[in-house]
């Protein structure tokens, strides 16, 4: 990841997994543990580069063995590296990994929607706007985390996600206009997208004509 802050948690989230995976016997216990506390086993899952979705598993695996990994600390004959013990019993690292979780959570329930197979086009804008909104409202993130999320996912909706087949699903998707298609019943954040894409398209045309 980018920013800085979300980088030291991965990083140490990544340490943590890691660390596990190459110590059989502190695995072995840590799994025992979990099975005891949670009635199953949660995997310690790595990062994988061409799958940002890894980033959130990551952290999500690490955040709910977290009882399991303090339980350990007090198990006889487990030796454990001092630095992977520091992150285990400091408060902080848990509470800013949960707050990077859940802020990613809210990205990673868009894209799974998107993926279903039940129809989710035309809500997808309005989601997006729940999202920036959802972000906005956080105060638990730095704020150049939440400008450059916000910058970020506007640019992805204007060079990638944004299609007229959205707005066309939308405006005919009853959950939102009724059954009736009525031209004078616009949700106000899809009439203010139609509008701002709208001007920039006609601005552009502009500009070309009368460079010609």
Known sequence: MKHKWANDILEKAKRLALYFRNHQIPLATLW??????????????????????????????????????????AEENIILNQEIKNYIIDDCFWEEL???????????NFIRKLKEDEPYLSSAFVTLRDIENNILLNNKIPNDLVEYSIDRAKYRWDNFLYNPAVIVAYRLDPRFNGELVNSGNWHDIIEEEIIRIARKENEVRWIKSNAN
């Open 32 to 73: 025992r543990i979990q099975k005891e506390k949670y009635g199953y086993e949660v995997a310690l899952t790595l990062t994988v580069e061409t799958r940002w979705m890894s980033v959130f598993e990551c952290l999500d695996h690490i955040l709910k063995t977290k009882i399991a990994m303090r339980a350990l600390l």
């Open 98 to 108: 949960k707050n990077l979780r859940d802020f990613l959570e809210l990205f990673i």
